[in-house]
């Protein structure tokens, strides 16, 4: 369509300009005639110089037509099929039609003002169109050539240009397919900026899909080792139970047996927690969270949780908010386990209390106890890490969860001996620029 | 009676386009000789008017119908204007005046095709003319002749023989000179190919003006007809001719040896007979076939045979310039629409005034 559109322009382009050229002449050959006309003894004389003629001729294959008109429209010489033009102008174009060929027709004015005449004379020149046409063809031929040209480099470079825009894409499909089912790490290509933005997503992608895989294998691992110990115990005693014949004996067994039940439950519970903690790390998306608000729900579902709870927790919490991004959900359960810990194994009072710190915002539980041996920081809130042993009821799992929820967070669990006494731990995250108040 | 009255021709040139009136000089233009080649009537027909002798043009005729059985070719020879006029007149009528027209006066040919009178035939033989012998398609130059001069070698002698229109001019400069009113050319109001030749003189060269000045002041006589003018120099009327046609002389002179032709030094004129088939030709077909022939080698060795055409190959006539297709001095006359101009109205009365102002004491026929 485009090209046809194109060959038609170069045609018009083509007749317009064959037009000008084959206009000149016919000007040209009009003037000479015209130049050649003059008055003896009051009559108008037309002495046609050869040269005008010649000049037509140039058209080689055009047949001529000619007349000179006197002031009153008699034909002076010439063919006496041509009409007088009645156009004002001194120089005026016309097609008519000559023998049968349509013909391009100039009529040129020349006036006289002598004393023996006054007057205008006409000289009408024309041409069939055989060398205009041909010369139009031609122009257009060489204009739709170069366009042709033009086209077809534009079409390679297009192709061009595609292929070598697309080639990286290419590649990261080659290295993508070529990895191992496990190999999860970064892709390292050397990519234009514009396929830049891809690698980047598919590494986050990546990275992503790592952190989840290596906390499920984590999450394996640390389940089939906290189960496998307390559920060989239970067997044990249950055999012990089996083989005593005494009955107070075997009454107390059981008893144990219970026991070590109840903790193995609650176990369960805290490594479905982690679990869940851990997915929702990953999988929720981060919203502006309080941490005021998180002290508080983690009090009143801590206070509803444990049994006899006469020990107080004493919330200390600023007036402006202390915002950080994040889950609610999976800080709330990370200050549970803190207050939990401080509860069981540390001295009341308890002290609960939330601040910004510059660019850090941190919730911060104290009691007045030992609290963990300093050797043991480091240590603490990595997975298997409990400092009362593998005891079942003492469910060691609960500083990981914290430890685990600060990583997700982009943050850390830190722990302290204030100068006061007791011992400190703190949940620090980045703080969140409050830029509105969500909940005030 | 060969030729008509100037007033009548003129009369029968400039009211073709009006409408077919019945004037009597129209309806008494006639051929000079007619002839038939080939078979008897009864089959195919092919009609040819021709300002060429038919002695000339006999042996192309002739081998022409040889190749075509069954072919009957009726060839009318034709003065040049009556020849135009005919034609001009049959054009305006929308008939063809003829199967095929060849003409020496190659101006008139170019005005019919001009004026939209011929039909195109193209060829691989017509395709490889050259560009001055075929214009459109429509007229291609058959024949290569020469204007030449003429003299008789009895009555002039050796060192006066002319070898350039300086020459000639100087034999007619003295007082009282020898040659005063014995130099013969053509009548340009009777004669189309006389006319041509003298527009194209014009043009050519500042010579024309002393030419024509000494060929007045000394008398010489403008008379009509290629061979009336070579049987004049032949029998001792004339002693000199100007501008004739080298076939014609040439063929006279290789059986007259009062005869001698001479191709002017200085300059040349080359004319090319013009052939064209006219609109609405009933056979087309033959005639655009015999243009063929005329231009494949057997019509040309037809041709050369009687000096149509030089003879092929550099042995030719070297004294006629012949030999050398690119010489200087040969002036070959395109066919193409410059020819015009000689036939404008006002031009051609102005041409012939300032002649018969030159010729005060032309032959007058009438």
Redesign the interface.
């Known amino acids: 369509m485009s090209g046809l559109a194109v060959a038609f322009a170069a045609l018009a382009y083509g007749r317009q300009a064959a037009q000008q050229a084959y206009d000149r002449l016919l000007i040209g050959a009009a003037g000479q005639i015209a130049g050649a006309v003059s008055i003896r003894d009051g009559e108008v004389?037309?002495?046609?110089?050869?040269s005008?003629?010649?000049l037509?001729?140039l058209a080689?294959?055009?047949?001529?037509?000619y007349a000179?008109f006197g002031p009153d429209g008699t034909l002076?010489?010439?063919y006496?099929?041509l009409q007088r033009p009645e156009a004002a102008e001194d120089v005026a174009f016309a097609h008519a039609s000559?023998?049968?060929?349509p013909v391009r027709l100039v009529a040129l004015k020349r006036h006289f003002a002598e004393r023996a005449f006054r007057g205008t004379v006409t000289v009408v020149v024309g041409q069939t169109l055989?060398a205009r046409s041909e010369l139009a063809w031609d122009i257009a031929g060489s204009a739709l050539v170069v366009v042709a040209v033009a086209g077809l480099l534009m079409v390679a470079l297009v192709i061009f240009a595609i292929r070598s825009a697309l080639l990286p894409l290419r590649r990261i499909e080659n290295l993508l397919s070529s990895r191992e089912p496990q190999d999860l790490t970064p892709l390292r290509l050397a990519v234009p900026s514009e396929i830049g933005h891809l690698t980047a997503a598919i590494n986050r992608f990546m990275a992503r899909i790592d952190r989840q895989v290596t906390a499920t294998r984590g999450l394996i691992a640390d389940a089939s080792h906290q189960l496998r110990t307390p559920v060989t115990a239970l067997r044990a005693q249950a055999e012990l139970a089996a083989e005593e014949n005494d009955p107070e004996r075997q009454r107390a067994i059981v008893a144990r047996i219970h026991k070590r039940a109840v903790g193995l439950g609650r176990l369960t519970d805290q490594i479905l927690s982690h679990a869940m903690i851990i997915h929702r790390a990953e999988a929720v998306p981060r919203e502006s969270v309080d941490l005021r608000l998180v002290a508080m729900k983690a009090v009143e579902e801590t206070d509803a949780g444990v049994e006899g709870a006469g020990a107080p927790i004493r919330l200390d919490l600023p007036e402006e908010p202390v915002l950080c991004r994040g889950d609610e959900f999976s800080l709330v359960e990370a200050v549970k386990n803190l207050l939990n810990n401080a509860l069981k194994h540390g001295r009341p009072p308890v002290d609960l209390s939330a601040a910004n710190e510059g660019e850090r915002a941190l919730i911060t539980v104290r009691d007045t106890g030992e609290g963990l041996p300093p050797e043991d920081w480091q240590a603490a809130s990595r997975r298997f890490f409990d400092s009362a042993g593998a005891s079942p009821s003492q469910a060691g799992l609960g500083l990981a969860i914290v430890g685990a929820v600060a990583k997700a967070h982009g943050g850390s669990l830190k722990f302290a001996r204030p100068p006061e006494g007791g011992f400190a731990a703190s949940l620090v995250v980045p703080a969140a620029p409050a830029e509105k108040s969500e909940k005030a | 009676m060969r030729t008509l009255p100037a007033f009548l021709f003129r009369a029968a040139l400039f009211l073709t386009?009006l409408l077919a009136a019945p004037q009597a000089p129209a309806a008494e233009l006639v051929p000079e000789a007619t002839a038939v080649f080939g078979a008897p009537a009864g089959g195919e027909r092919l009609l040819i008017k021709s300002t060429t002798d038919v002695a000339a043009f006999r042996p192309a005729l002739e081998a022409f119908a040889g190749t075509v059985p069954g072919l009957r070719i009726d060839y009318e020879q034709w003065a040049s204007n009556d020849l135009y006029a005919v034609a001009a007149k049959a054009c305006a009528q929308a008939r063809p005046a003829a199967d095929l027209l060849v003409s020496s006066a190659v101006d008139l040919q170019v005005r019919l095709?001009?004026?939209?009178?011929a039909r195109p035939h193209r060829s691989a033989l017509t395709d490889r003319l050259p560009?001055d012998l075929n214009?459109?398609s429509e007229l291609f130059g058959v024949t290569r002749e020469l204007a030449v001069m003429v003299y008789n070698t009895r009555l002039v002698p050796p060192r006066e023989a002319p070898r350039s229109r300086f020459d000639l001019i100087d034999l007619l400069r003295p007082p009282g000179s020898n040659y005063a009113g014995r130099i013969a050319t053509y009548d340009i109001e009777q004669s189309g190919l006389g006319y041509l030749f003298a527009f194209v003189d014009a043009?050519q060269a500042t010579t024309f003006g002393a030419l024509s000045e000494a060929l007045g002041r000394s008398g010489a006589v403008a008379t009509c007809c290629s061979a009336e003018i070579i049987d004049g120099v032949a029998r001792g009327d004339y002693l000199i001719a100007y501008n004739v046609l080298s076939s014609y002389a040439l063929a006279r002179a290789e059986t007259d040896e009062r005869l001698a032709v001479v191709a002017p030094e200085d300059y040349t004129l080359v004319l090319s007979r013009a052939a064209l088939i006219p609109k609405g030709a009933e056979n087309a077909f033959r005639a655009a076939a015999f243009i063929d022939f005329l231009l494949s080698p057997p019509g040309r060795s037809a041709l050369q045979a009687t000096h149509l055409l030089p003879p092929s190959g550099a042995t030719g006539d070297a004294a006629l310039g012949l030999s050398d297709p690119d010489d200087a001095t040969l002036r070959p006359i395109a066919l193409?629409?410059?020819?015009?101009?000689g036939l404008?109205?006002?031009?051609r009365a102005?041409f012939i005034r300032l002649w018969r102002q030159t010729f005060p004491w032309r032959l007058d026929r009438d």
């Open positions: 004389v037309v002495d046609i110089p050869a005008a003629f010649d037509l001729a080689r294959e055009d047949r001529v037509v000179v002076l010489t010439g006496d099929e000559f023998a049968g060929e055989r | 386009a095709v001009n004026d939209g009178c560009e214009w459109r043009q193409s629409p410059s020819l015009l101009v404008d109205r006002h031009k102005q």
